[in-house]
């Protein structure tokens, strides 16, 4: 039998969501503590590969299991969990269901203060340079993306997608640098490596004069590499909504 469960992480403990020799990694953590819950060995499949540092508000994963779940197992694995991992829900779904190909919508934030916050050192980008960006030039490049439908210009190097299309359907930024901080929200059918950290930190050059739109426009009419390009750190980034058909 297959089964869905809900959670939601603090990645900034882990090397990512994927399992990789000598790190570690929320998938490990998971499949460690459901095998042993369980007395059986337990292999969960993510809905998206989420990077070191990057956190999730809501994620979906899959497994299977033949045998009957322990009374209030929900509780119980949150308790051997980490604390920075929660599991919300667990539910049975079509033997054939995948948590990562079924999905056909998934959105990201990213959050950047531009006051320092002392308690937002694992969650948030803080912005410590003199030069503020202009909010309204960043809006203007964040919406410029939704008349395109590739993306490489903002897919990290020695990936292995085979197209780089992708349905991008919200990209805004709320809030502005007087106000001590902003959000960027953004939202499409898929994602490619890194895309959102290089969006953000395009944005953001954009917005402080480094690069210029037609800069943009000409990359993304190219589909070629930025001049100056910027992988914003991962802490602000948060996946926030998974939705299937």
Not at 75 to 98: G, M, Q, S, T, W
Not at 101 to 123: C, L, M, Q, S
Not at 202 to 223: D, H, I, S, Y
């Amino acid at each position: 039998m297959r089964y869905f469960a809900e959670l939601a992480y603090n990645g900034a403990q882990y090397f990512g969501w994927q399992k990789q020799p000598g790190q570690i990694s929320v998938q490990e953590q998971l499949e460690m503590s459901f095998s042993t819950i369980l007395g059986t060995e337990i292999e969960v499949v993510g809905c998206g590969r989420t990077d070191t540092g990057v956190h999730a508000r809501q994620y979906f994963m899959h497994f299977d299991f033949e045998g009957q779940f322990p009374r209030a197992f929900t509780r119980r694995i949150n308790k051997f969990l980490p604390a920075d991992i929660a599991i919300y829900r667990i539910f049975e779904v079509a033997p054939d269901a995948h948590a990562r190909f079924d999905a056909v919508h998934r959105a990201y934030e990213y959050h950047i203060d531009f006051v320092k916050n002392p308690f937002g050192k694992e969650t948030r980008y803080f912005y410590p340079f003199a030069q503020l960006p202009d909010p309204v030039k960043m809006q203007e490049a964040a919406s410029l993306l939704l008349e395109y439908e590739a993306f490489f210009p903002f897919c990290k190097t020695n990936t292995d997608v085979k197209t780089m299309q992708c349905d991008l359907r919200r990209a805004d930024w709320e809030g502005s640098p007087e106000e001590g901080k902003m959000v960027f929200h953004i939202a499409a059918d898929r994602f490619l490596r890194g895309m959102v950290r290089l969006i953000v930190g395009m944005c953001l050059n954009v917005g402080t004069g480094k690069t210029t739109l037609e800069e943009v426009r000409r990359a993304m009419g190219q589909q070629g590499r930025l001049k100056k390009s910027w992988s914003i750190p991962p802490q602000g980034l948060f996946l926030t909504d998974i939705r299937y058909a």
